[in-house]
């Protein structure tokens, strides 16, 4: 066991930090407004401007980006190293510098494209969806097929050129910002239901298609409900073969949860935890100096610790080549709970103040929390639901006898 | 960076995991627990020969020169097996001795600690229920000891006694003798009849002082909390094991219990708590063997987090078993007794939560 980086690892940061401080400066780093309160929430420092997009192709060329994409299709293509990634990823955050982008189209749509997409599929949506110009939402859950993701009815037919799709996908996220759309339709009626699904790309300005904004519970509106009324997509648009859809969108929902269930973003809602609780003041006294208070927040810090630690763990693991078991299922129902208590925590530091909503100077925390509160049930339902996860954790993980499909 | 266990380690782990199931399965467990505790030191002697009491004694006193993290794997395998007899008392005393021993101590008591020909332990925690040791009654005047110990584990079994105790200088470390004139040693009844407990005295006991007692101190008492907190890992991971295995077996309403979504959810929810702790026992030890400045609050954080853990794993496994989990000829009490002794050794978990915001400065 040995925390520390061999000189090769060292020297390759050395690498990615001069190549930092000499194409991202602070000048840049002050160019533009900071992000607004949600996308700060959810860890998405992400700037598409030109002087981003400019860096980004820098990044890319010299291979710190998108390292598993091919050069051919805009990507970095470096040999697989979990450790440089790593490296990568922690120099970046550093520097405050445009990273990957962490929406579905860059983390989901492009893993998918490069390994199921044909020539032209991935020329005209790999690059520019990697540098954030083009941007995607996904068309899987319907009102009647959520969890049991494989029911869904919308309904593809060939009509020449064409499919011809109607139907209503719901829970799309950013489905008003979205350029395009990948979407699982049925287009085999008669086959059983896995077979008879296919993963099409729908451009979100085709005549027929109507996007209508979910307001959640936190007030906001990030989902949308997608109707579809013969909405005609190029037959070239069908990724994979027809009736492949299902096995096609499994490298998509398994990068999701790698997505998910990093502890990042955790961490930083518990060193905000943290700071509430230094400068709020319960009955009189700092909120931290309160005995159940402190008691509970070195619970949640040694929850975290642990998700931590388990992934320096599972990132040994990925270098070495080893089956990450459970270690690795569990993390998405682990971290996604950890996230909602800490802010609950939070709600209980700011005593009456928790009443006060986001935007309200009389909380310290800008009523972020309570936001956070409810944003947290949000992260635990979405991608997989929390009971599907000890479902997958007891069949896969433990051997439990499988749900009839 | 590597964050995983090096082939001597795995290949440590694994000899102990199939001795222990061979020559230590609950049967011989069971016999240990209703004897005398002369049937403990053979068993502590065969484990010796393994290498277990000597992991982290020098080369130079026969032992394996590991670290606490290989230790550490030792105590995981061993809350595995229920295994009965000194080793969280021996260990902190191994720690004491090369951490604060003399060249004379070390001499005399690590090869025989080592081999397993001597058993040494540690009595720490007081009357009081303190466990801090400037808050001890227990003092040294010279080469005296005056004061009661309790919570001491395997004293009747023990050569020696490391005693953590105060004289004018401050909190230090004394080394008693078997046999030593004013001793007074008796047993007490516990829960964990694979982890005895006794209650020590002294009046005006000859006792060697330690040379560097006083900077070992906190080196022994977060070993044993990290020691526990494996101890603890291993033993919930066999409950958790033991409830799968019984879903997978007994049926009711004509299926495998183990098919009906309740029970499955019990399980995963178990597993998706346990399984991260892992890398949390480690990252202790491995604090405690090369991060220096983290060890304490880590060992505290440890301690309190899988004494918690263990107590839900071993009640959950106990409801998820119906009847059969309840009784004395069924096994898993015997873990579920373990869990008490984890969480109330060396002091409970909110006390031990305290110390960690303390440390951390809030």
Same mark, same amino acid.
């Not at chain 1, 005549?207 to 013969?230: I, K, Y």
């Not at chain 1, 909120?287 to 040994?316: C, F, W």
């Not at chain 2, 002697?45 to 020098?58: D, Q, W, Y």
């Not at chain 2, 409970?348 to 951390?360: N, P, T």
């Given at each position: ?9 060292e ?7 001069a ?14 407004p900071?992000?607004? !309160?949600?996308?700060?929430?959810m860890g998405?420092v ?8 400019q860096f ?19 990507g ?6 979990p450790?440089?990634?790593t ?20 983390s ?6 490069v390994?199921? !997409?044909?020539e ?7 690059r520019?969806?990697l540098?954030?110009?083009i ?5 899987y ?6 969890s ?5 009815r ?7 050129d064409?499919w ?6 719901i829970w799309?996220?950013n489905a008003?910002e ?9 287009t ?58 299902w ?12 997505l ?32 159940v208070?402190?008691?509970?927040l070195?619970q ?10 388990n ?12 089956d990450?078991?459970?270690? !690795? ?10 996230s909602?208590?800490i ?19 009389n ?14 049930l949000?992260?635990?339902i979405a ?10 954790i007891?069949?896969r993980?433990l051997?439990?006898?499988r749900e009839?499909? | 960076m590597?964050f995983?266990?090096?082939?001597d380690?795995l ?5 102990v995991?199939?001795?222990?199931a ?20 053979d068993?502590?002697?065969e484990?010796?020969e ?5 992991v982290i ?10 670290e ?9 395998e061993?809350?595995?097996?229920a ?18 021993g003399?060249a ?7 090869e025989?600690?080592?081999s397993g ?7 720490w ?11 001890f ?38 080394l008693?003798e ?6 007074d ?5 516990v829960?964990?009849l694979?982890?005895?407990l ?21 080196r ?5 909390l ?5 101890d ?9 094991e ?31 708590d346990l399984?991260?702790s892992?890398?949390?026992v ?24 899988m004494?918690?853990l263990?107590?839900r794993?071993?009640?959950?496994a106990t ?5 059969i989990?309840?009784t ?7 873990w ?10 060396l ?8 110390r ?7």
């Amino acid at each position: 066991m040995d925390l520390s980086y061999s000189a090769e690892y060292e020297q390759f940061r050395a690498e990615v930090r001069a190549f930092l401080a000499e194409h991202w400066t602070d000048a840049d780093r002050e160019s533009s407004p900071p992000p607004d !309160g949600q996308a700060a929430l959810m860890g998405a420092v992400i700037r598409t401007d030109e002087r981003a997009t400019q860096f980004r192709l820098e990044a890319i060329a010299r291979g710190y980006l998108y390292r598993h994409v091919p050069k051919a299709y805009g990507g970095g293509e470096q040999p697989y190293d979990p450790l440089k990634s790593t490296i990568i990823a922690e120099e970046f955050r550093r520097a405050k510098a445009p990273g990957e982008m962490v929406g579905q189209g860059a983390s989901m749509l492009v893993p998918t494209l490069v390994e199921h !997409g044909t020539e032209a599929q991935k020329r005209q949506f790999v690059r520019d969806t990697l540098l954030g110009q083009i941007v995607w939402c996904q068309g899987y859950s319907e009102p009647g097929s959520g969890s049991d993701l494989a029911s869904l009815r919308t309904r593809a037919e060939l009509d020449g050129d064409f499919w011809v799709v109607n139907g209503q996908k719901i829970w799309t996220s950013n489905a008003t910002e979205a350029h395009w759309m990948f979407c699982l339709v049925r287009t085999e009626p008669d086959a059983p239901k896995h077979d008879g699904i296919s993963y099409l790309l729908i451009d979100m300005k085709t005549p027929g298609l109507d996007v209508r904004p979910l307001r959640q519970m936190t007030g906001e509106s990030d989902f949308s409900e997608v109707f579809f009324d013969n909405v005609r997509v190029p037959k070239q648009n069908l990724v994979g073969p027809r009736g492949k859809g299902w096995i096609v969108s499994r490298s998509t929902l398994k990068h999701e949860r790698a997505l998910i269930g990093g502890s990042f973003i955790t961490r930083r809602t518990f060193d905000g935890l943290v700071t509430v609780a230094q400068g709020a003041t319960l009955r009189g006294e700092p909120a931290i100096k309160h005995p159940v208070i402190r008691d509970r927040l070195v619970q949640l810090e040694t929850r975290l610790l642990a998700s931590e630690y388990n992934g320096y763990r599972l990132l040994t693991q990925q270098w070495r080549g080893e089956d990450q078991g459970l270690a !690795g299922m569990v993390m998405k129902l682990f971290t996604t709970q950890l996230s909602y208590d800490i802010s609950k925590t939070a709600m209980d530091v700011l005593g009456d103040r928790g009443a006060l909503g986001r935007g309200d100077f009389n909380t310290p925390d800008m009523g972020m929390f309570s936001y956070s509160y409810m944003w947290a049930l949000g992260v635990l339902i979405a991608g997989g639901t929390a009971n599907i996860q000890r479902n997958i954790i007891a069949e896969r993980g433990l051997g439990l006898p499988r749900e009839k499909k | 960076m590597d964050f995983g266990l090096s082939e001597d380690q795995l290949l440590l782990k694994d000899t102990v995991r199939r001795f222990l199931a061979e020559r230590c399965p609950t049967t011989r467990v069971r016999q240990l627990m209703e004897g005398d505790g002369r049937g403990e030191k053979d068993l502590w002697k065969e484990l010796a020969e393994l290498g277990v009491a000597g992991v982290i004694v020098p080369a130079a006193h026969g032992g394996l020169e590991r670290e606490l993290l290989d230790l550490a794997l030792v105590a995981e395998e061993l809350g595995y097996a229920a295994t009965p007899g000194p080793f969280v008392g021996a260990a902190m005393a191994t720690v004491a001795l090369v951490e604060g021993g003399d060249a004379t101590l070390q001499k005399r008591w690590l090869e025989a600690i080592a081999s397993g020909e001597a058993i040494v332990t540690v009595a720490w925690g007081e009357e009081n229920g303190e466990w801090t040791p400037d808050q001890f009654q227990t003092t040294a005047k010279g080469d005296r000891l005056n004061g009661r110990k309790l919570m001491v584990p395997s004293a009747l079994a023990a050569d020696a006694i490391v005693v953590a105790a105060r004289d004018a200088a401050g909190p230090g470390l004394w080394l008693v003798e078997r046999d030593a004139i004013g001793t007074d040693i008796a047993a007490l009844t516990v829960n964990d009849l694979t982890r005895r407990l006794d209650s020590v005295s002294f009046a005006d006991t000859p006792a060697v002082k330690l040379p560097s007692g006083a900077a070992a101190l906190q080196r022994v008492f977060d070993a044993g909390l990290i020691l526990i907190g494996a101890d603890a890992y291993g033993g919930s991971h066999r409950c958790l094991e033991m409830a799968r295995d019984y879903a997978l077996t007994r049926e009711q309403f004509g299926q495998v219990i183990g098919a009906f979504q309740a029970v499955k959810h019990q399980l995963a929810n178990m597993a998706a708590d346990l399984e991260p702790s892992l890398a949390l026992v480690w990252y202790a030890a491995h604090a405690f063997d090369r991060i220096r400045d983290q060890s304490t609050r880590h060992a505290a954080l440890v301690k309190a987090h899988m004494a918690d853990l263990y107590d839900r794993i071993t009640r959950d496994a106990t409801e998820l078993h119906g009847g059969i989990g309840f009784t004395w000829e069924f096994d898993l009490h015997l873990w579920f007794r373990r869990a008490i002794f984890d969480r109330s050794f060396l002091g409970e978990a909110s006390y031990h939560r305290s110390r960690a915001a303390d440390l951390a400065g809030w």
